[in-house]
């Protein structure tokens, strides 16, 4: 069912990124006069197909989701009436046919703006930056951080979430970059870190920056909040205030630690040692047996101190106004970071962090499976990355043709068809390579 799961939303994921990217064609191709005669989803054999009444304009859903492309007149060498002309791609100013062909990934920008700006005028629950050091020789013990900070600023930017944090991280070791940090430690008072992530090795390749650099989420300790009336935590006698030390005899770390066992043991009877107005006091707790997605977990009806979750957990949101230039600085941000890799990848052939369709299917599935705005999330990401990768100067994509059109623009005139054979020739070259290392990266990550 996973499976069924991961291919369903990594083809509406596609459906939905294609069609924005060549709507762009298709929607500036209209406004310059250009007739379009078909706007396919996916290659090869048509499985649904509707001609337009107004225009002749095809309308295709096609069996290989892995792309899509816009057909207009003119585009190709095929003949047509001179009273047509006029309505015909090649005869186009040169200007024209570069603003219809960047449409496509500006509208995958113009996408992943949209989609930001609506998650943060929804609001999007994330954790606080509060880190714990992990590791005690790692850069971050070096730079002096401890459990418990706060992070304000880094490099004179708010940070306000962990996943700016995380951004913020990743963005700085591509660069090989010092960040200066403001937090908050854990007693409420201002401090200053500095940390260098100069000579990193393999950073598009590591599956946990954050983790290597020593840190981690902080984890409260295990005082227990609320008690829900009449659950189980309710009915052992367990108070407000509880720090828990115990259980069946094994120290209890922290605050995840307890809810991890908790949610292992339903229906098991838990002795719980617990520290109450300076006292050890012994409590039975049998947590309450639930069921979801075919499995049992137990919940014992207890929750967080109210002042520890405000410290723990955030929720980024933003007036429509303030959502529009957010969505634009990340979108921006994301875009950098993206270039910033691929310089990366060419520079120190780091090609092993390349990922193929199945990779893509994944995330896809394990993003929508944690819900609309995690799926959003994912998507404005990926059309990034597409907006991105399409801009590149290599004949066939995007940006090999706008490189075209600019030299006809300089020049005066187009360049020679022996030139561009030769161009799309090595485009097609580079693109089936790029393919064929994507798909083996895949086939090692999940087959190996």
């Keep these: 069912m996973s499976m069924i799961w991961y291919v369903l939303a990594f083809i509406v994921a596609l459906g939905i990124l294609i069609s924005v990217h060549e709507f762009g064609h298709f929607w500036v191709a209209r406004r310059m006069g250009v007739r379009v005669l078909r706007f396919s989803i996916g290659f090869g054999k048509p499985i649904w197909k509707h001609v337009s009444k107004k225009d002749g304009t095809e309308y295709v859903i096609a069996a290989i989701p892995l792309g899509g492309y816009v057909r207009m007149l003119g585009e190709k060498d095929e003949d047509y009436d001179d009273k047509d002309a006029d309505q015909a791609f090649s005869q186009k100013h040169v200007l024209k046919r570069m603003a219809i062909v960047f449409a496509g990934p500006l509208f995958n920008f113009l996408f992943a703006i949209f ?133 069946n005899g094994k120290p209890v770390r922290d605050w995840v630690h307890l809810v991890t066992t908790v949610y292992r043991s339903p229906g098991k009877t838990l002795n719980l040692t617990l520290q109450r107005s300076g006292k050890r006091v012994q409590v039975k707790l049998v947590p309450e047996t639930l069921a979801r997605g075919g499995r049992r977990y137990g919940r014992a009806g207890v929750k967080l101190p109210q002042e520890t979750a405000k410290r723990l957990f955030v929720e980024i949101r ?131």
Excluded: C
């Design 115 to 247: 989609a930001f700006w609506l998650m943060f005028v929804t609001g999007v629950p994330d954790r606080a930056p509060v880190l714990d050091v992990v590791k005690a020789e790692s850069r971050a013990a070096r730079s002096g951080f401890r459990n418990g900070d706060l992070v304000l600023e880094m490099n004179g930017k708010t940070v306000s979430s962990w996943q700016q944090f995380r951004l913020a991280l990743y963005e700085s070791a591509l660069s090989d970059d010092t960040i200066r940090f403001t937090v908050r430690d854990a007693g409420g008072r201002l401090a200053e870190r500095r940390l260098d992530l100069a000579g990193i090795e393999d950073v598009l390749e590591e599956k946990d920056l954050v983790g290597k650099l020593g840190f981690g989420l902080w984890r409260p300790p295990a005082v227990l909040g609320e008690i829900i009336p009449g659950s189980p935590a309710d009915k052992a006698g367990l108070k407000r205030g509880d720090l828990v030390l115990a259980v």
């Design 318 to 448: 933003y007036g429509p106004g303030e959502a529009l230039a957010q969505g634009v600085a990340r979108t921006w941000q994301m875009s950098a970071l993206m270039l910033k890799a691929l310089v990366r990848i060419v520079t120190e052939a780091s090609t092993r962090s390349i990922s193929g369709p199945l990779t893509i299917g994944r995330f896809a599935g394990e993003s929508a499976s944690r819900g609309w705005l995690a799926f959003l999330s994912f998507l404005a990401v990926i059309s990034i990355s597409l907006g991105v990768l399409n801009l590149l100067p290599i004949p066939v994509l995007d940006g090999g043709h706008l490189l075209y059109y600019l030299i006809e623009f300089v020049k005066g005139s187009p360049l020679s068809e022996q030139a561009q054979l030769a161009g799309q020739k090595l485009g097609i070259l580079l693109l089936l390579l790029l393919m064929g290392l994507a798909f083996y990266n895949d086939f090692v990550r999940f087959f190996t």
